[in-house]
């Protein structure tokens, strides 16, 4: 379709009849300005643009009328911490896919800085996302977009990155369940063109079926397994990148924000952050949900962001021997843009059912709702009968970072030299986060970076110990080196005071930060018991008031003051 055809087709279609739309082409990017009546409208017609020929990007600025435009949250830092600071190479966004081009960056002779907004990393999509490393990008993907093949390779790299950086890693595959007899023989039709894609599959009958997944219920009729399926902690992963890259020298600059590009005769030359002016020639935009902005923020909008939420439940990891292998169902999606979702394995033993897949325009918008609990709930509790509405232990949302084209847009900038765009990274961007970092450090290297490799580059990371994970005798040794593993502070997780205190060493500040380092709080209590506890440690170990320390940073305050002094004191 020609840009001609797409006006066309707007002008000619009665639902948009009260829509105000003004069309450009800059070279290879599409901009629409104008009015919507609906959100659902806006996101049509990004779809609809993204179908004109020769298009690489779809620069969406409608907005439905009388919907208020999202408000920027900035707290003014005051302070210039890092104003001067020079650097090779500047990555933003400290989520798995920045900390994985932070990390292999870190192999050259190269000032590497990673900048991030929140007080942790993986805080982004990186945190909300479910937990699979996929076999292939899904059958409505084209084979040869950029998100298929990086998804295959990504998915082969991963065990040399769980190997190297000591994080958990599993490949329990992927069943892709039929429930009607009826939709057997298409199985093989289906896994041919899962062939194309490079990963492999097998059509599995009715009792083979249920001998490797007793817990199906009697109508499921046979599945696609996927050998090559597995599982990750997508944070466990980029915390493990990040202490590796800096460990390897990379300055990571926390609670920092991008706010400005400093681009001269055409050329990066700094990144303005809230806490100052770095002075760099290269910038690496990995920024999640908001690599649109930043892109803007340099004069060089390529493509827009518009978010997808997902909303998942958590089940009671009490409930693990209930499923054996990943499930998906083996039905025609509703949504085109999603994989559909599914039951996850996670590496720590319970379950994620989910997510959905719903059009949002606030990309903030990590809010749960009945809706969305009771759909992921009708959709896959027929899967798995025997986990009952009391086995789910919370609720949670992530929000996608997807573009108009909906694929990954890796690439140069156009128009402003040394600023690379890594956006649009939606699913599946933690499987191939690992093909990603490779292949941006080429694109550095071919803009003209120049890359000399460190002698003293050590791949390796140790993870702290889990205690839950320990045997009798290991358990034993631990606590005669370090008395406060023998206290346990959180009871559902069985999490130690020990981990904790090791969890601030590596960079905890937050509830959250230790939560997502040791699992504490993530049990079926949700921190009704540990809190305290844990508040107690922090407090001691940074030195800093209970009232001053936070959930997730900025004003997530836990504490308002004191009633029980004795208590949260000792
Ligand atoms: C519900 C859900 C389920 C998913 N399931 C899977 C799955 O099973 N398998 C899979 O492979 N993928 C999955 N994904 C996709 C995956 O989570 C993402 O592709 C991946 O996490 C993207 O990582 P990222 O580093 O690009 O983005 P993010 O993790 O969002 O990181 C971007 C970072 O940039 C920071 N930032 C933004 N703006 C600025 C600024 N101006 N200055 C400084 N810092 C800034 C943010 O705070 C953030 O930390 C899922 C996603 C969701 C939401």
Same mark, same amino acid.
């Given at each position: 379709?020609?840009?001609?055809?797409? *006006?066309?087709?707007?002008?000619?279609?009665?639902?948009?009849?009260?829509?105000?739309?003004?069309?450009?082409?800059?070279?290879?990017?599409?901009?629409?300005?104008?009015?919507?009546?609906?959100?659902?409208?806006?996101?049509?017609?990004?779809?609809?643009?993204?179908?004109?020929?020769?298009?690489?990007?779809?620069?969406?600025?409608?907005?439905?009328?009388?919907?208020?435009? +999202?408000?920027?949250?900035?707290?003014?830092?005051?302070?210039?911490?890092?104003?001067?600071?020079?650097?090779?190479?500047?990555?933003?966004?400290?989520?798995?896919?920045?900390?994985?081009?932070?990390?292999?960056?870190?192999?050259?002779?190269?000032?590497?800085?990673?900048?991030?907004?929140?007080?942790?990393?993986?805080?982004?999509?990186?945190?909300?996302?479910?937990?699979?490393?996929?076999?292939?990008?899904?059958?409505?993907?084209? +084979?040869?977009?950029?998100?298929?093949?990086?998804?295959?390779?990504?998915?082969?790299?991963?065990?040399?990155?769980?190997?190297?950086?000591?994080?958990?890693?599993?490949?329990?595959?992927?069943?892709?369940?039929?429930?009607?007899?009826?939709?057997?023989?298409?199985?093989?039709?289906?896994?041919?063109?899962?062939?194309?894609?490079?990963?492999?599959?097998?059509?599995?009958?009715?009792? *083979?079926?249920?001998?490797?997944?007793?817990?199906? $219920? +009697?109508?499921?009729?046979?599945?696609?397994?996927? +050998?090559?399926?597995?599982?990750?902690?997508?944070?466990?992963?980029?915390?493990?990148?990040?202490?590796?890259?800096?460990?390897?020298?990379?300055?990571?600059?926390?609670?920092?924000?991008?706010?400005?590009?400093?681009?001269?005769?055409?050329?990066?030359?700094?990144?303005?952050?809230?806490?100052?002016?770095?002075?760099?020639?290269?910038?690496?935009?990995?920024?999640?949900?908001?690599?649109?902005?930043?892109?803007?923020?340099?004069?060089? $909008?390529?493509?827009?962001?518009?978010?997808?939420?997902?909303?998942?439940?958590?089940?009671?990891?009490?409930?693990?021997?209930?499923?054996?292998?990943?499930?998906?169902?083996?039905?025609?999606?509703?949504?085109?843009?999603?994989?559909?979702?599914?039951?996850?394995?996670?590496?720590?033993?319970?379950?994620?059912?989910?997510?959905?897949?719903?059009?949002?325009?606030?990309?903030?918008?990590?809010?749960?709702?009945?809706?969305?609990?009771?759909?992921?709930?009708?959709?896959?509790?027929?899967?798995?009968?025997?986990?009952?509405?009391?086995?789910?232990?919370?609720?949670?949302?992530?929000?996608?970072?997807?573009?108009?084209?909906?694929?990954?847009?890796?690439?140069?900038?156009?128009?402003?030299?040394?600023?690379?765009?890594?956006?649009?990274?939606?699913?599946?961007?933690?499987?191939?986060?690992?093909?990603?970092?490779?292949?941006?450090?080429?694109?550095?290297?071919?803009?003209?970076?120049?890359?000399?490799?460190?002698?003293?580059?050590? $791949?390796?990371?140790?993870?702290?110990?889990?205690?839950?994970?320990?045997?009798?005798?290991?358990?034993?040794?631990?606590?005669?080196?370090?008395?406060?593993?023998?206290?346990?502070?959180?009871?559902?997780?069985?999490?130690?005071?020990?981990?904790?205190?090791?969890?601030?060493?590596?960079?905890?500040?937050?509830?959250?930060?230790?939560?997502?380092?040791?699992?504490?709080?993530?049990?079926?209590?949700?921190?009704?018991?540990?809190?305290?506890?844990? !508040?107690?440690?922090?407090?001691?170990? !940074?030195?800093?008031?209970?009232?001053?320390?936070?959930?997730?940073?900025?004003?997530?305050?836990?504490?308002?003051?004191?009633?029980?002094?004795?208590?949260?004191?000792?």
């Amino acid at each position: 379709m020609k840009v001609e055809e797409f *006006e066309e087709r707007v002008k000619g279609d009665p639902s948009f009849s009260r829509v105000s739309l003004r069309i450009s082409l800059e070279g290879e990017i599409l901009f629409l300005e104008g009015e919507t009546e609906s959100w659902e409208q806006v996101v049509e017609l990004g779809h609809l643009a993204a179908g004109v020929e020769g298009v690489r990007g779809i620069v969406n600025r409608l907005w439905p009328r009388g919907l208020p435009k +999202p408000e920027r949250k900035r707290e003014g830092k005051g302070k210039a911490a890092w104003d001067g600071m020079r650097a090779d190479v500047v990555v933003v966004g400290a989520g798995i896919v920045g900390a994985g081009i932070a990390r292999e960056l870190s192999r050259y002779e190269l000032e590497v800085v990673l900048v991030e907004k929140e007080e942790d990393v993986a805080w982004g999509q990186s945190k909300g996302g479910a937990s699979w490393i996929h076999g292939f990008a899904g059958l409505d993907v084209d +084979p040869t977009s950029l998100k298929a093949k990086l998804c295959v390779e990504g998915n082969a790299l991963y065990d040399e990155w769980a190997e190297e950086l000591d994080f958990s890693f599993k490949r329990p595959g992927l069943l892709a369940v039929v429930m009607e007899e009826e939709l057997v023989p298409l199985l093989e039709v289906a896994a041919e063109r899962v062939r194309e894609h490079g990963c492999p599959v097998r059509v599995i009958g009715r009792e *083979e079926l249920h001998r490797m997944e007793p817990g199906l $219920p +009697p109508e499921a009729a046979g599945a696609l397994f996927f +050998p090559t399926y597995g599982v990750v902690a997508p944070y466990e992963v980029t915390i493990a990148l990040v202490e590796n890259a800096v460990a390897n020298g990379v300055k990571l600059l926390l609670g920092t924000e991008v706010i400005g590009v400093r681009v001269e005769e055409g050329r990066v030359k700094g990144v303005i952050t809230d806490r100052g002016e770095i002075f760099t020639s290269f910038l690496v935009n990995a920024a999640g949900l908001y690599s649109d902005e930043v892109a803007e923020l340099a004069g060089a $909008p390529e493509f827009t962001i518009h978010p997808r939420k997902g909303e998942m439940l958590l089940i009671d990891w009490k409930r693990a021997g209930a499923c054996l292998h990943n499930l998906a169902p083996g039905e025609l999606k509703e949504d085109p843009y999603t994989k559909g979702g599914g039951i996850s394995l996670t590496v720590d033993g319970n379950m994620l059912w989910g997510p959905t897949a719903q059009e949002v325009p606030y990309k903030e918008d990590t809010e749960t709702t009945k809706e969305g609990m009771e759909r992921v709930w009708r959709k896959f509790s027929k899967y798995l009968p025997s986990i009952k509405r009391t086995d789910v232990i919370t609720a949670f949302a992530g929000v996608r970072a997807a573009t108009y084209t909906e694929d990954f847009h890796i690439a140069p900038s156009r128009k402003v030299k040394g600023l690379v765009n890594v956006g649009g990274i939606q699913s599946p961007g933690i499987t191939a986060a690992p093909a990603i970092a490779r292949m941006v450090v080429d694109i550095l290297r071919k803009e003209g970076l120049e890359l000399r490799e460190k002698v003293s580059f050590n $791949p390796r990371r140790r993870a702290a110990p889990r205690f839950r994970e320990l045997g009798d005798r290991e358990r034993e040794q631990l606590i005669s080196l370090d008395r406060r593993y023998g206290r346990v502070v959180c009871r559902c997780e069985h999490v130690t005071e020990g981990e904790v205190v090791e969890a601030i060493r590596r960079g905890a500040t937050t509830l959250d930060g230790i939560k997502f380092r040791t699992r504490a709080g993530m049990g079926r209590c949700q921190g009704g018991f540990c809190t305290p506890h844990l !508040l107690r440690i922090l407090s001691r170990e !940074l030195g800093r008031p209970v009232e001053e320390l936070t959930k997730k940073g900025g004003k997530s305050r836990v504490v308002m003051g004191r009633i029980k002094e004795p208590f949260l004191g000792g």
